[in-house]
């Protein structure tokens, strides 16, 4: 059973806090992005070891190992996109529809050992990006395919509060 897509436009999360998961943009540190990405993969294997990490809890929400799948391809699709803003004057990003992605990925059914690994490696790989961006490099801008803009900066913030809303869905 498909899940009702998520519609909302989360850029707000830049400049004000989550009410849901508690993620506070005012608090985010450039310098300490790589350590919280880091911090959060580490808790996703347990997460993901256990037993009705496939249950969902109910009709209208991931299960934990959906989450998990999702939370990896974020880390992946982050890294491309901080790479583009590195490497290219203003890129617009392509278009990522995460709900098309777990069906078509079939997050249901993937090992959750396996997602669990390949999740921590992503979650290294962009923490060490974020860790070479040099300061001169933090007002770069890149730009989502609806127009929302960002700066390295804002989407280093953007992006963080993803895995930490997650990690706060699975109760991690």
């Given at each position: 059973m498909a899940i009702t897509p998520d519609s909302k436009n989360w850029t707000w999360v830049?400049?004000?806090?989550?009410?849901?998961?508690?993620?506070?943009?005012s608090e985010v540190e450039f310098e300490r992005i790589p350590d919280r990405v880091r911090a959060n993969a580490a808790r996703w294997p347990v997460v993901l070891a256990r037993p009705d990490v496939a249950a969902r809890p109910d009709d209208r929400t991931w299960s934990a190992l959906e989450y998990g799948a999702h939370v990896r391809d974020v880390f992946r699709?982050?890294?491309?996109?901080?790479?583009?803003?590195?490497?290219?004057?203003?890129?617009t990003f392509a278009n990522w529809d995460?709900?098309?992605?777990?069906i078509a990925e079939n997050y249901r059914a993937q090992d959750?050992?396996?997602v669990a690994a390949d999740l921590v490696a992503a979650a290294e790989a962009i923490a060490?990006?974020?860790a070479a961006v040099p300061d001169s490099a933090r007002s770069r801008r890149g730009l989502r395919s609806d127009g929302s803009a960002f700066t390295v900066r804002t989407l280093a913030v953007y992006f963080l509060h993803d895995p930490v809303h997650h990690l706060h869905d699975v109760r991690g």
């Open positions: 830049v400049e004000k806090p989550c009410p849901e998961c508690g993620f506070d943009p699709i982050f890294r491309t996109r901080l790479d583009l803003m590195l490497s290219e004057s203003d890129p995460q709900d098309e992605t777990a959750p050992t396996t060490a990006a974020f």
